[in-house]
C-alpha cells in the first residue's frame, strides 16, 4: 500500500467509504460489510470514512463493529457533523457522543461539518458551531476538523477564508466532473492553502466503472481497467501529493481490486487519454446523478434508480437494459417508485448535492420509457 503525509499522519492513497455497503432488502448485510472493511485494513487501507445518516444511521455502528478485535488501533476514521439536523448549539455535543457511541471510541480522528454549503456555512457561524468543535477537540474527542462540500467554487472560497484553522477537506472529483462544485479550479485553491484533500466520488457515482464502449477501448491501450485509470487520474502527478481518494465499496471483489490498484498508484499517467475518455463522456449527457440517496422522495419515487436505469439505457444504446432496470423498480422501491409519480414538489432538490433539476429531469425520464 502506498501512504502520503495527510496532515501529519501516514494515510493510504486508498480510502473506504462506509455509504455503499452491500444490502438485502434494504438493510446492509452486517456480517459481508465487516468483512470487507477487515479485508481492506489487511490490505493497508487505514483511512474509513462514515456518517451520521449513512444507511440511515446503520453505517457507523457497522464500522465500529469492524473495528474490535485490535482493527481500530490500525486505522483512522472520520465521520461527519450533519449541521442541518441541529436544533440548538448544544445538539452538537449531544450527536457527537450519539455517534462515539456508535462508533465505540473515546475519539474520532478526523471530523467534518458534513456536506456544507454557502447556507450552511452560515448556519454553523450563526450557531457558534466552530468554537464547539473547537472544544470538542481540546476535550480529546476529535482529532482533526475538516468539512466535506457539495457548492461551487465561490462558496468553497468563502468556507476556505472564513476559517484559518481548517486541517483538511473532502471534496467530489473525478475525471468527468471536473468543472461541477468545487472542480479542479476548488482543488488548486485548496492545495495552495497547503490542506490535506480527500477525494469522493471518484467514480462518478459507478459510472466510470461501466463506460461506455468507445472509452473503453480507448483504455484497452493503457492495459488498465476503467476503475484503475479513474483513480490514477487522482492520484498521479499534477494532482496534490496530500490527496487520497475514497471510495463506497459494496462488494469483497471491488474492495480487492482498489486495495490492489493503491499498490502500484503511479507517479505519472497519459492525459491524453483521460482527454479522448472525457470527450466521449460529454457526447452522451448524463443526468449527473451519483446514487447518493440524500434527495429522498416524500412521494415515494427512487430518485437515483430512475436517473441509473436513464442513464443506462443511453450509454451504447443500452436501452432494454435500462428498461430492464425501471421496470424492476415497482418490485423493489414500491409502486410509486417510477418516474410518473413525480409531483415536482422541489423538495429532493434542496437536498442534491449535485444540485440537479430534478423536477426538470424526471418528466424527461418519464417520457423516455413510456
Avoid at 427512487?302 to 450509454?315: L, T, V
Amino acid at each position: 500500500m502506498i501512504y502520503r503525509d495527510f496532515a501529519g499522519k501516514q494515510v493510504s492513497v486508498l480510502g473506504f467509504g462506509a455509504m455503499r455497503f452491500p444490502t438485502e432488502n434494504g438493510s446492509v448485510v452486517e456480517k459481508e460489510a465487516i468483512a470487507m472493511l477487515r479485508a481492506a485494513i489487511d490490505g493497508g487501507v487505514n483511512y474509513i470514512d462514515t456518517a451520521y445518516f449513512y444507511h440511515g444511521g446503520v453505517s457507523e455502528t457497522i464500522v465500529g463493529k469492524a473495528l474490535e478485535d485490535g482493527y481500530r488501533a490500525k486505522t483512522y476514521v472520520a465521520t461527519k457533523c450533519p449541521v442541518w439536523e441541529l436544533k440548538e448549539p448544544s445538539d452538537f455535543e449531544k450527536l457527537l457522543d450519539v455517534q462515539l457511541g456508535r462508533l465505540k471510541m473515546d475519539y474520532v480522528d478526523f471530523y467534518m461539518f458534513h456536506g456544507i454549503s454557502s447556507g450552511a456555512w452560515k448556519r454553523i457561524k450563526e450557531m457558534g458551531l466552530i468554537e464547539r468543535i473547537e472544544n470538542a477537540k481540546k476535550a480529546g474527542k476529535i482529532g482533526h476538523i475538516g468539512f466535506s462540500f457539495h457548492d461551487n467554487y465561490d462558496a468553497l472560497a468563502e468556507i476556505l477564508d472564513g476559517y484559518d484553522k481548517w486541517e483538511f477537506c473532502q471534496i467530489q472529483l473525478n475525471y468527468i466532473d471536473t468543472e461541477g462544485q468545487a472542480g479542479i479550479r476548488g482543488l488548486k485553491k485548496i492545495e495552495g492553502m497547503g490542506i490535506p484533500v480527500i477525494i469522493m466520488e471518484p467514480l462518478w457515482g459507478g459510472k466510470l466503472a461501466n463506460p461506455p464502449v468507445a472509452v473503453r477501448k480507448i483504455f484497452e491501450e493503457s492495459g488498465k481497467s476503467p476503475v484503475e485509470l479513474a483513480f490514477d487520474w487522482l492520484w498521479a502527478k499534477p494532482m496534490p501529493r496530500n490527496l487520497i481518494a475514497i471510495s463506497g465499496m459494496s462488494t469483497m471483489k471491488q474492495v480487492l481490486e482498489n486495495v490492489e490498484y493503491a499498490e502500484r498508484a503511479p507517479e505519472t499517467m497519459d492525459q491524453e487519454l483521460i482527454k479522448r475518455a472525457q470527450d466521449e463522456f460529454k457526447k452522451l449527457k448524463l443526468i449527473p446523478c451519483t446514487g447518493c440517496g440524500y434527495c429522498g422522495c416524500p412521494n415515494g419515487v427512487s430518485i437515483s434508480s430512475n436517473f441509473d436505469a436513464y442513464n443506462q439505457a443511453h450509454i451504447d444504446n443500452r436501452v432494454e437494459e435500462g428498461r430492464g432496470a425501471y421496470n424492476a423498480m415497482t418490485q423493489w422501491s414500491g409502486e410509486k417508485a417510477q418516474a410518473p409519480n413525480c409531483t415536482s414538489c422541489g423538495s429532493c432538490e434542496e437536498l442534491c448535492p449535485q444540485h440537479i433539476k430534478i423536477s426538470e429531469e424526471m418528466p424527461k425520464v418519464a417520457k423516455f420509457f413510456s
